[in-house]
């Protein structure tokens, strides 16, 4: 069974950059699309950023510019780089496959952005 760990969140004021980082116990990337999602208070958990397999981005509308999305298939870890941070980013940060199955949810990396 694999397990997705997140990590690299933190309290953070607005214009800061934080890097996040999801670690997969086994090879849960080879051929899938992999992606960052978040989950703000009474919202739901949304797709921000994806890679493909090939190493193509994607980004939804609300990140575009800021973040950046890579992965490591050596290490089995995702990254993801945020910077220019605004209140609207503070969630739960979470990685999981984009096709594919999904594999069981991480307990997710809190990002708060905040003055």
């Known amino acids: 069974q694999v397990q997705l760990v997140e990590s690299g969140g933190g309290l953070v004021q607005p214009g800061g950059s934080l890097r996040l980082s999801c670690a997969a116990s086994g090879n849960a990337f080879s051929g899938y699309v992999m992606g960052w999602y978040r989950q703000a208070p009474g919202k739901e958990r949304e797709l921000v950023a994806r890679i493909t397999s090939g190493r193509s981005s994607y980004y939804a509308d609300s990140v575009v510019g800021r973040f950046i999305i890579s992965k490591d298939n050596v290490k089995n870890t995702v990254y993801l780089q945020m910077n220019s941070l605004k209140p609207e980013d503070t969630a739960v940060y979470y990685c999981?496959?984009?096709?594919?199955?999904?594999?069981?949810w991480g307990q997710g990396t809190q990002v708060t952005v905040s003055s």
């Open positions: 999981n496959r984009v096709t594919g199955s999904l594999l069981n």
